[in-house]
């Protein structure tokens, strides 16, 4: 549980709460590249962090996310004209480029000084392998950017979900779903063919109840925290799993593709707040050492409006099907992607959960884990130290190399990382640096 305080210093994200200045020491999703396709092209609105932007991609093709309200008379940006390398008020022309300069005011006489002493606030971006990305803290605090592989890797080996969705609720809900790792043969379960219950999507692990529990191993990293779930097999090996949460707002998951046998990439939730009370929600897709060649697809349109609007919401009940949940195929009644099932559970919690009436237990472990190291890194940024997993200056560390994932059935007498495939890096070094952060 959490006391009503600290609910709410993990869950206010707006400008100058203690968790909204964490995420703005971090380089943070904004938009994805097909938002804005084409220079000169149409604005779109973007809300992050409690703030109302507007994104848009100039003359050259660079990407501008300036406050929507126009310096002048706070009119909409979002009407605004896209031309000749900056964006037009409608209104009465000011104009503003990528960085938030007045580049132009029509309206004024020519010896005017407005557009050298106001600007338009306005916030770095940098576009990488499908995303753009922008930093909205402080300038002296600009970090560089993370060497996480949807990053660096080749562009062809990541891809940005095709589809977004966004969960009416606060951003720490959705994203404790991604890290609990004992819903899914519950929530997500659907009839097989024999007629049991099975997981969706993850048919290799047994259906848990309390005569064959999961046992936590949880590391707590510089860039986040990492759960080792292991379930009872044969012969005293164990299913595997890791699900691993990393700053500021994603969790990478061991479901890609297999190379030659060996699981080659993974997946990554991405839940960005937007405010208090709504998160955007997508993935990304990354193979080590191949190509993506099934980024999977947009959320189902019978779910999701392309702007990722749910219509199965909270105000029909999700459109539950009873006989499916009492009869089967659908152990939850949520005849949807996992997406909705999991939008349903974090969205009726309310739009910020109450957690200090809450009853964890042993399942919990990295929920709880992941709180502790969030509420660390509000101290730490409240003590003027830098955000975890952050490098400012170029001597910090900038790598991500133990982040290191397993899904497989591991023999009594192997470490699960040595066992694991090298989705990033997995020498003898890092396998003897988590052995010792474990001990």
């Known amino acids: 549980m959490l006391t009503v305080e600290e609910n709410e210093l993990l869950c206010r994200v707006g400008p100058g709460t203690p968790m909204g200045n964490v995420f703005r020491r971090y380089w943070l999703p904004a938009i994805r590249t097909v938002d804005l396709p084409e220079a000169d092209g149409a604005p779109m609105r973007v809300r992050l962090l409690g703030e109302d932007l507007v994104a848009f991609r100039d003359s050259n093709g660079k990407v501008g996310l300036v406050a929507e309200k126009c310096a002048h008379r706070r009119a909409s940006l979002f009407y605004g004209r896209n031309e000749e390398c900056g964006l037009r ?67 062809e080996n990541v891809a940005v979900g095709a589809g977004i969705m966004i969960n009416e609720c606060n951003w720490l809900q959705t994203q404790e779903g991604n890290i609990d790792s004992t819903h899914t043969p519950f929530l997500h379960s659907r009839t097989a063919a024999d007629g049991v219950f099975r997981p969706g999507g993850q048919g290799t692990q047994p259906f848990r109840n309390q005569a064959n529990p999961p046992s936590f191993e949880i590391n707590t990293t510089r860039w986040g925290v990492r759960a080792v779930v292991r379930y009872p097999a044969e012969n005293g090996a164990a299913f595997t799993r890791t699900n691993t949460f990393i700053m500021p707002v994603y969790t990478a998951l061991p479901n890609g593709a297999q190379v ?9 939730n991405v839940e960005v707040p937007m405010d208090d009370f709504n998160t955007m929600r997508f993935g990304i897709t990354v193979q080590r050492t191949t190509p993506v060649t099934n980024p999977g697809r947009a959320y189902d349109v019978r779910e999701v409006l ?93 790598t991500f190399d133990d982040l290191v994932m397993v899904s497989a059935i591991v023999p009594s007498d192997r470490f699960w990382m040595a066992h694991a495939p090298e989705i990033t890096t997995c020498s003898p070094e890092v396998v003897e640096r988590v052995l010792a952060a474990a001990r």
């Open 89 to 155: 008020c409608i209104y009465h022309g000011w104009k503003y480029d990528v960085a938030g300069n007045i580049v132009d005011t029509p309206a004024e006489p020519a010896e005017s000084r407005i557009k050298h002493h106001v600007k338009q606030p306005a916030y770095p971006c940098h576009e990488v392998n499908g995303m753009v990305y922008t930093y909205m803290g402080p300038k002296e605090k600009i970090p560089r950017l993370p060497e996480l592989p949807w990053f660096t890797l080749p562009a």
């Open 260 to 268: 030659d046998g060996k699981l080659d990439g993974f997946n990554v």
């Open 306 to 398: 392309p702007n990722g609007i749910k219509l199965v919401n909270r105000r029909n009940d999700y459109m539950i099907d009873r006989p499916k949940q009492k009869d089967g195929p659908v152990y939850s009644g949520l005849d949807w992607s996992f997406a909705t099932q999991d939008g349903c559970v974090t969205e009726t919690m309310g739009p910020i959960g109450d957690r200090e009436n809450e009853h964890l237990g042993v399942g919990d472990s990295q929920i709880v884990a992941t709180r502790r190291f969030l509420l660390e890194a509000i101290r730490a940024v409240q003590e003027g130290r830098d955000a975890p997993g952050v490098a400012v200056g170029a001597e910090d560390d900038n």
